[in-house]
C-alpha cells in the first residue's frame, strides 16, 4: 500500500511560484507513474503533469506548458511539481496520485493511490 502526503500549497498573487511535494510511504514508487491532478472550483477534476515510471518522461496540460514543471526522485520518494507564472485559474486542491501504468495517462480510474490534496489560490 502506498500512502501519499502532498504539502507546499498556499496563496500567491498572479505571477508568483509555488512547488508542491508529495511525500510516498508505504513501499518504492520506482514502478508507478506520478502524476499531479486539480479539482477547480466548480470543475471537474483534471490532470495536469505526468511523470512516467518508465522513461521518467514529464507530460503536461497544455494551459500549464512552459510554467508547470513536474520531477520525481525515487530514492526520497518524492514528486515536486514546480509552478511559476501562476494565474487565477491556476487556484484548486492539488492532489498527487500514483498509477501502476508505464505511460502517462490522466484517467482518473487509473490511479490506485491519492493524496488528501492541498490548496493552491492564486489572486489576482
Known sequence: QVQLTESGGGSVQAGGSLRLSCKASGRDVVTYALAWFRRAPGKEREGVACSSNMDYS???????????????????????????????????????????????????????????????????
Open 58 to 124: 514529464s507530460h503536461y496540460v497544455e494551459s500549464v506548458k512552459g510554467r508547470f514543471t513536474i520531477s520525481r526522485d525515487d530514492s526520497r520518494r518524492t514528486v515536486f511539481l514546480q509552478m511559476n507564472d501562476l494565474e487565477p485559474e491556476d487556484t484548486g486542491v492539488y492532489y498527487c496520485a500514483a498509477a501502476s501504468i508505464s505511460v502517462c495517462d490522466y484517467s482518473p480510474g487509473l490511479y490506485d493511490h491519492w493524496g488528501q490534496g492541498t490548496q493552491v489560490t492564486v489572486s489576482p
